[in-house]
């Protein structure tokens, strides 16, 4: 990861799962951020003891209250991520929060498309939306030049599974809901690299594989934990080509 130096970051989704595993491998860095921000809805719960944990040996993580999908909640977070940042901006931005129900064509409802809906593609807007002062801050005092995750990034967490013309695993499971999202996701991403690139923030979707966590399933061929090192090797090659693409954990390009 060499040339990758990011001053601040914030996950969020990051009780669990690949959210977890981000947050584990940032703190484990050899330059690691001054900041690294691990949002949840509860950080008091025992579903967050492991972050509570990692706090205790790491003063540079921040545990943060968040539902992405409740906006006056959001704005309450960013108030607090911003008076602990002391004027600096929030350089990358992980959408990592997101829900997935069993769900086929004849079992889809109209509350589980709607719940889904809520926090894998609203949320991540919400988010974005309020924080983007603080990742405008962050490219407006960065000295590089271009885009890339060390100077302002979103990244939003997707999957292949939402690729229209791919339709990973669709014998596995249909998962309707959870597909729609992510494709939805996807369009989301494109339209912040269009409505953020001039402001220096760079904008991409990242599929982080098939991966062994509550979401995903015992049977999925890769852990956490290299997934999680996989989606930080590739920070460091994303550039403005990258901007509202869609990529893999292990950096290939994934069709729409």
């Not at 947050?23 to 050899?30: C, E, T």
């Not at 894998?120 to 990742?135: K, R």
Request: proline residues 4%; neutral net charge; glycine residues 10%.
């Amino acid at each position: 990861m060499a040339g990758f130096n990011v001053r601040s970051v914030l996950v969020t989704g990051a009780n669990r799962g690949i959210g977890l595993e981000l947050v584990k491998q940032f703190l484990g860095k050899s330059n690691p951020p001054k900041w690294v921000f691990a949002t949840c809805r509860d950080p008091e719960g025992m579903q967050a003891q492991e972050l509570q944990n990692l706090a205790s040996r790491h003063p540079n993580l921040g545990i943060v209250a968040l539902e992405v999908t409740d906006p006056a909640n959001v704005k309450t977070a960013a108030a607090r991520v911003e008076k602990h940042l002391k004027g600096s901006g929030l350089n990358l931005l992980i959408n990592n929060a997101g829900i997935l129900r069993l769900t086929t064509l004849e079992t889809e409802t109209l509350e589980d498309m709607s719940l889904v809906y809520a926090t894998n593609v609203i949320g991540p807007l919400l988010v974005s939306q309020v924080f983007l002062h603080l990742l405008k801050k962050a490219a407006q005092q960065s000295t590089q030049t271009g885009l890339s995750c060390s100077k302002a990034a979103i990244v939003n967490i997707s999957s292949e599974g939402g690729s229209i013309s791919k339709l990973f695993a669709w014998q596995l499971g249909q998962v309707i809901s959870y597909r729609c999202s992510k494709a939805a996701l996807n369009m989301l991403t494109k339209c912040q690299s269009l409505g953020y690139g001039g402001d220096g923030i760079l904008s991409v979707a990242v599929h982080p594989g098939w991966v062994q966590t509550d979401m995903g399933s015992p049977q999925a061929p890769l852990t956490g934990e290299a997934s999680a090192q996989g989606i930080l090797n590739v920070f460091p090659t994303l550039t403005e080509k990258d901007n509202g693409g869609f990529v893999s954990w292990e950096g290939k390009d994934l069709p729409w």
